[in-house]
C-alpha cells in the first residue's frame, strides 16, 4: 500500500511562488496515476491537476492553468507541483492523490474518487 507525504507549502505573497513535493513509500510511483486536490475551508475538495504513471500525460483545471506545473520523477518516486503567479484564491491544504493503473495502461484521472491513497496534506496560504 502506497504511502504519501506532501511538503513544500508556507505562506507567500501574491504573485509569488512554492513549490510542493509528494513523496511516496510502499509502492513504485511508475505504476499510479497522481493528481493534486485543494480544500478550502467550508468548500468541496477540488481537483488541481494530475499526471499519467508515465509522466507523459497532465491535465489541470482551468483555474490554474498556465500557472501551476505538474511533474513526476519517477525514480525518486515523488511528484510536484510548481505554482507560479499565485492569487489569495488558491489558498488551501493541498493534498496529494495515487491510483494504481493496470500494466500497460496510462492515463490521467481528475475525479476525487477515483484515487484511493492520500496524503495529509499541506497548507498553503497566499496573501494580497
Known amino acids: 500500500q502506497v504511502q504519501l507525504v506532501e511538503s513544500g507549502g508556507g505562506l507567500v505573497q501574491a504573485g509569488g511562488s512554492l513549490r510542493l513535493s509528494c513523496a511516496a513509500s510502499?509502492?513504485?510511483?511508475?505504476?499510479?496515476?497522481v493528481g493534486w486536490f485543494r480544500q478550502a475551508p467550508g468548500k468541496e475538495r477540488e481537483f488541481v491537476a494530475a499526471?499519467?504513471?508515465?509522466?507523459?500525460?497532465?491535465h489541470a483545471a482551468d483555474s490554474v492553468k498556465g500557472r501551476f506545473t505538474i511533474s513526476k520523477d519517477n525514480a525518486k518516486n515523488t511528484v510536484y507541483l510548481q505554482m507560479n503567479s499565485l492569487k489569495p484564491e488558491d489558498t488551501a491544504l493541498y493534498l496529494c492523490?495515487?491510483?494504481?493503473?493496470?500494466?500497460?495502461?496510462?492515463?490521467?484521472?481528475?475525479?476525487?474518487?477515483?484515487?484511493?491513497?492520500w496524503g495529509q496534506g499541506t497548507q498553503v496560504t497566499v496573501s494580497s
Open positions: 499526471i499519467s504513471s508515465s509522466g507523459r500525460s497532465a
Open positions: 492523490a495515487a491510483r494504481g493503473v493496470g500494466f500497460g495502461m496510462d492515463y490521467v484521472s481528475t475525479g476525487r474518487n477515483e484515487y484511493a491513497y
Open positions: 510502499g509502492g513504485t510511483f511508475g505504476r499510479y496515476c
